[in-house]
């Protein structure tokens, strides 16, 4: 599934992130973007609640992790929407036909936290990764908590060599699209190819340091770099990570969007195993990016390959 057919990467304004309690993004919900709607982008706000004012519980041992709590609902979908890949995600977990004239997809794996479907179109180099929660995508700010189950490591353990739905390509791409750049509003991770040249790039840019190396600097503009894509140059913040064992959500919102006053929505992210000539190199790189760094994107689907 290419989100790419329904991109908008228009000019933004910039935006003021709102630290405020639960109860103010309550008062926000009427405005946030729901089906792939505008109104929290018109609103000039980010309509969402810091992470540490969103309800959570561990997860129970061996089950499934929590979902986004009742009160989240008018910013992170309802069970009723009617979304494509959330009715995919219903036949799944608990049978229920997709109505006319949506066909019933392949359920290639299913877990208490998420599914995985192919993506369009259908290749042994696409797929995509579903949360079994109803989320609608980046902007949800219950992706941004503890208790929320750790999407991108699953993500990487099927799509990688041996993994369960493997990526059968030289390189290996994980990525989300930005609310705006995304077809639906069921939030999926694409597991997908990425090109050579792209690995070889993001190698180059390691080697010359630059990069960040904790996630404290990625922020820094000098971190920042021209990777080029089906769609030309765009630039992205870099980050080197060791493994995937942090809530990259997280992650990207304390450390990215939240200091520099951005919001959650406009962002897109890959993840890019760095792959060598013997193999996985025990590395990630982490780029994100948005329509307000100069030459920015709001896509991910530049970077990946899906047919």
């Not at 089906?35 to 499934?64: H, I, K, L, R, Y």
């Not at 050579?196 to 010359?208: I, M, P």
């Not at 922020?219 to 992205?236: E, L």
Request: net charge neutral.
């Amino acid at each position: 599934m290419n989100d790419q057919q329904n991109a908008k990467e228009v000019p933004r304004r910039q935006f003021v992130a709102l630290s405020g309690a639960l109860g103010a993004a309550t008062l926000l919900t009427g405005a946030a973007a729901m089906g792939g709607g505008t109104a929290a982008a018109a609103s000039g706000v980010d309509a969402g609640p810091t992470p540490d004012s969103c309800p959570t519980t561990p997860p129970p041992p061996g089950g499934a992790s929590p979902c986004p709590p009742a009160q989240l609902q008018g910013l992170c979908g309802r069970p009723t929407d009617n979304d494509p890949l959330w009715h995919d995600v219903q036949y799944c977990t608990n049978g229920i036909v997709p109505p006319p004239p949506q066909t019933r997809p392949d359920c290639l794996k299913m877990t208490p936290n998420y599914i995985v479907l192919h993506g369009k179109p259908e290749t042994t180099h696409n797929y995509l990764l579903l949360p079994t929660c109803r989320i609608t995508g980046i902007e949800c700010p219950f992706l941004e908590t503890s208790g929320v189950a750790n999407y991108w490591h699953e993500a990487w353990e099927n799509a990688r060599s041996g993994g369960d739905v493997p990526v059968q390509y030289p390189n290996i791409g994980l990525g989300i699209n930005s609310q705006s750049a995304r077809r639906y509003d069921q939030l999926h991770i694409h597991m997908a190819g990425v090109r050579g040249s792209t690995q070889r790039r993001l190698q180059e840019l390691e080697s010359q340091g630059r990069m960040a190396t904790s996630p404290s600097q990625w922020a820094n503009p000098a971190n920042q770099a021209a990777i080029t894509g089906s769609a030309g140059d765009r630039v992205y913040r870099v980050l080197r990570l060791p493994n995937l064992r942090d809530n990259l959500f997280n992650l990207l919102y304390t450390n990215v969007v939240r200091p520099n006053s951005l919001r959650m929505a406009d962002q897109t992210m890959l993840v890019i195993p760095k792959i060598t000539a013997t193999g996985f190199a025990n590395a990630f790189y982490v780029l994100n990016s948005d329509t307000l760094i100069h030459d920015g994107t709001s896509t991910c689907d530049s970077l990946l390959v899906y047919s």
